[in-house]
C-alpha cells in the first residue's frame, strides 16, 4: 500500500510538459552549450546612470539579443525595458516621467545629436544620466522616433568614436553599428568615466566565441559589403541616401 501511495506521489509529481530534448537554461532561455549566464558579472555592476530601452517587438523575436545580458547584468532598476513601437503609452509605467527629467538624453543619430563626448561627466554636482536607447533594425527605431514626438524635445546624442563591434554573428547594417549592449556599456562608460565594458560585454564575447569557433562565419557589415561590391542585392536609391547621410553625421 506504501509503495502504491508512493508511486502516486511520483506521478503527481511529474511536470505537466516532458522535459525538452535539449537542456535550455532557465537563465537565459538558451541550449546549456550557449548559455551566456557563467559570464555575467558577479555581483550585477551599479552605475550611477540608469538605461532606458524602448524595444521594437521584433526585436524581441530574433534570436541573437543582447538586452537581455545588458538587463541581467545591470543591478536592479538600472535597466528599464519598455516594449511597444508607440511611446509612451498607458501600459509604460514611469516613462514619460523619465521622458521629461532633464538628466535624461536619447541615443539617436539625428541632424541635431551632439557628440556622447562632449555631455559633462557624472560627479558630485552633475546627476546621473537616463540613457534612452531604441533597440530594433534601423528602420524599427526610425520608425519609433518619428512616432514619438515627445522623445524629440530630449538631449540627441551619439557615439562618434567607438570600437569595431564584437556582434560579429548578428549582420550588421553599417560599420557604425554596436548592439544595444555594446552601445549602453560605452555610453556609459563614457558618462561616468568607469570602464563597465569589459564585464558588461563578457557575455557577449562569451557567445561569439562559441559560435566562432563551431564554425559560424564571421559576417561583415553590410557597409562593408556594399563597399567591397560584395553585397547580392543591387542598391537602392533610399539605401544609397542613407548610407551618405550616414557618413556625413
Ligand atoms: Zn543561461
Redesign the pocket.
Known amino acids: 500500500m506504501d509503495d502504491e501511495n508512493e508511486a502516486w506521489n511520483d506521478l503527481v509529481g511529474l511536470p505537466a510538459e516532458p522535459p525538452e530534448m535539449r537542456d535550455i537554461?532557465n537563465?537565459?532561455g538558451?541550449p546549456e552549450v550557449v548559455?551566456?549566464?557563467k559570464s555575467l558579472p558577479i555581483p550585477p555592476l551599479k552605475p550611477k546612470s540608469r538605461v532606458i530601452i524602448l524595444q521594437h517587438p521584433a526585436e524581441e523575436k530574433r534570436c541573437l539579443r543582447t538586452a537581455p545580458m545588458l538587463m541581467r547584468g545591470l543591478s536592479e532598476g538600472k535597466c528599464l525595458i519598455f516594449k511597444g513601437k508607440k511611446f509612451p503609452q498607458y501600459k509604460h509605467t514611469g516613462l514619460m516621467e523619465i521622458i521629461s527629467m532633464p538628466n535624461t538624453i536619447l541615443l539617436y543619430p539625428s541632424k541635431e545629436s551632439v557628440d556622447l563626448t562632449t555631455l559633462p561627466k557624472v560627479s558630485n554636482t552633475i546627476l546621473p544620466y537616463n540613457l534612452i536607447l531604441i533597440d530594433g533594425t534601423w528602420p524599427q527605431a526610425k520608425g519609433i522616433y518619428n512616432n514619438a514626438p515627445s522623445l524629440h524635445k530630449i538631449t540627441q546624442v551619439k557615439l562618434l568614436h567607438h570600437p569595431r563591434s564584437e556582434y560579429v554573428i548578428r549582420t550588421q547594417p553599417t560599420d557604425g553599428c554596436l548592439s544595444t549592449l555594446e552601445t549602453a556599456a560605452e555610453a556609459l562608460s563614457i558618462l561616468e568615466e568607469i570602464n563597465y565594458r569589459d564585464e558588461l560585454l563578457r557575455p557577449l564575447k562569451a557567445l561569439c566565441d562559441y559560435q566562432i569557433s563551431h564554425g559560424a562565419v564571421i559576417h561583415h557589415s553590410t557597409e562593408f559589403k556594399l563597399k567591397t561590391k560584395t553585397y547580392p542585392k543591387k542598391l537602392g536609391k533610399r539605401l544609397n541616401k542613407f548610407l551618405k547621410e550616414l557618413d556625413e553625421l
Open positions: 537554461c537563465g537565459c538558451r548559455c551566456w549566464c
